[in-house]
């Protein structure tokens, strides 16, 4: 696929967007309205503002992330509301993805953050992550990278996983177990003082 089929995508994915009905698209046409610009060069505008943001602006790391999380949420609920499984996969597979990602950002992150543009480079690639391409980046990450290392280690996760669940769960039978023999103690002690005050009381009036 060539820059040109890319941008036309694109381009097809746009105008699909703006030609639905919801709260961004009524916020857009209100802004047509007023202004006398259209839609599509009102959201070329903000995304080209965006990206020089991104790369000077304050405050570019919670924008990225917004952009990353915003649109995909609003489509997997999509996705999740549709009878077809076709999108579900799609978007799980982003999913996986960008949780891959952020978990490898959070290690390296005090050393990402002196890169010069990270934040539009980042940005750039999870917009690549859920493009409506064919070589879409989440597709190609999972299945290159993801998946292999899944099926690999797959038993040996599960393994320590059932591990891990059958000690918490007989730990938490002990401490359970602990628990209610201290409470049978306590209330035992209890009951005995109380029949031991109940015999002096009753021994002092006599």
């Known amino acids: 696929m060539g820059l040109l089929d890319i941008f036309s995508s694109i381009k097809n994915r746009m105008d699909k967007f703006l030609s639905e009905k919801n709260m961004v698209t009524e916020f857009l ?7 006398g610009i259209k839609k599509k060069i009102i ?4 995304a080209s503002l965006t990206g020089l943001y991104l790369m000077y602006g304050y405050g570019a790391a919670l924008v990225c992330n917004m952009i990353g999380f915003v649109y995909p949420a609003y489509y997997s609920i999509k996705a999740l509301e549709s009878l077809s499984k076709e999108d579900d996969t799609k978007w799980l597979t982003y999913w996986v993805v960008y949780g891959v990602f952020s978990l490898g950002e959070f290690f390296s992150d005090i050393f990402l953050y002196w890169f010069p543009f990270y934040y539009a480079f980042k940005c750039l ?12 980046g989440s597709q190609v990450i999972y299945n290159k990278v993801v998946r292999p290392i899944f099926l690999r280690y797959e038993a040996t996760v599960d393994d ?3 591990d891990i669940g059958g000690r918490a769960m007989s730990a938490a039978e002990d401490v359970t177990r602990e628990v209610l023999c201290t409470l049978m103690k306590n209330k035992a002690v209890s009951q005995k003082k109380n029949n031991h005050f109940s015999l002096v009381n009753s021994s002092s009036f006599r």
Not at 43 to 46: C, D, P
């Open 43 to 46: 959201v070329v505008g903000a």
């Open 160 to 162: 320590m996983v059932n």
């Open 125 to 136: 690639f999870l917009l690549w992550c859920m493009a409506p391409i064919s070589w879409n």
């Open 29 to 35: 046409g209100t802004l047509e309205e007023k202004t």
